[in-house]
């Protein structure tokens, strides 16, 4: 799993931002014996995942990966790797990535080696935040309060609209087919204009208060995202 996570680390008076470029694998026992060292095969392997993870990151190039060794009761083997690096072009595209559930957990983690990586520069006062992402269910849950608000509003419109028609037969009119149509929209729209109105505000209500709903679950989970060593 490549993957390239951006932290800030704060120490008072500045924030410090960086990258944290990792790459974690799982290989099975039957991974591991079809290899004449299947340990260095993983690491080797872990190793390379991490240089892909950024390609273009001449400090994730030359730098060797730190490895995290996991080994699991059924025989299988986890390794991950990690480099930080302080490089811009890394951390603005880091920022760009947005998060799946499982990428996430692995991105926490890696906020986490990052507070522990670099705990001497302020003991006590150092804190790790893996910046805010969205993950595909954020997006989707704002698209939907969004599309309640634009709904609402659309609704509202069109009962406005309504409101404003008033047919009038002409005074020496006859009451011809033309005459019988306008009179049946006016009174549909007579009947439709209030309650649109009701239901677009409703649903603009509703749309927002979904929004900042979002919001605040988003805003409690990246505080518990917060690492304080």
Avoid at 120 to 134: K, N, T, W
Avoid at 190 to 216: D, E, K, M, Q, S
Wanted: aromatic content about 6%; hydrophobic content about 40%.
């Amino acid at each position: 799993m490549p993957l390239n996570v951006p932290v800030t680390l704060t120490t008072p008076p500045v924030d410090r931002r960086y990258t944290v470029h990792t790459e974690r694998q799982r290989w099975s026992a039957g991974q591991l014996a079809a290899e004449p060292d299947g340990r260095a095969a993983l690491e080797s392997a872990v190793r390379a995942g991490v240089r892909k993870a950024a390609s273009t990151c001449a400090y994730a190039e030359l730098t060797g990966a730190d490895i995290a060794v996991a080994e699991h009761p059924d025989g299988s083997v986890t390794m991950t790797g990690r480099v930080m690096c302080d490089e811009a072009d890394c951390h603005a595209a880091a920022q760009r990535h947005h998060f799946d559930a499982a990428e996430a957990i692995e991105a926490k983690a890696a906020a986490d080696w990052a507070a522990q990586k670099q705990l001497d520069l302020a003991p006590g006062e150092l804190r790790v935040v893996q910046e805010r992402v969205l993950t595909d269910h954020d997006r989707r849950q704002r698209r939907a309060s969004l599309g309640f608000v634009l709904v609402g509003v659309l609704c509202a419109a069109a009962g406005g609209t309504m409101g404003q028609y008033d047919y009038h037969r002409p005074e020496f009119g006859s009451a011809s087919f033309t005459a019988w149509i306008g009179e049946s929209f006016d009174a549909v729209c007579n009947t439709l204009a209030f309650p649109a109105v009701v239901a677009g505000t409703l649903l603009v209500l509703f749309g927002f208060g979904r929004l900042a709903i979002t919001n605040r679950l988003r805003t409690e989970h990246d505080r518990d995202q917060d690492v304080r060593p």
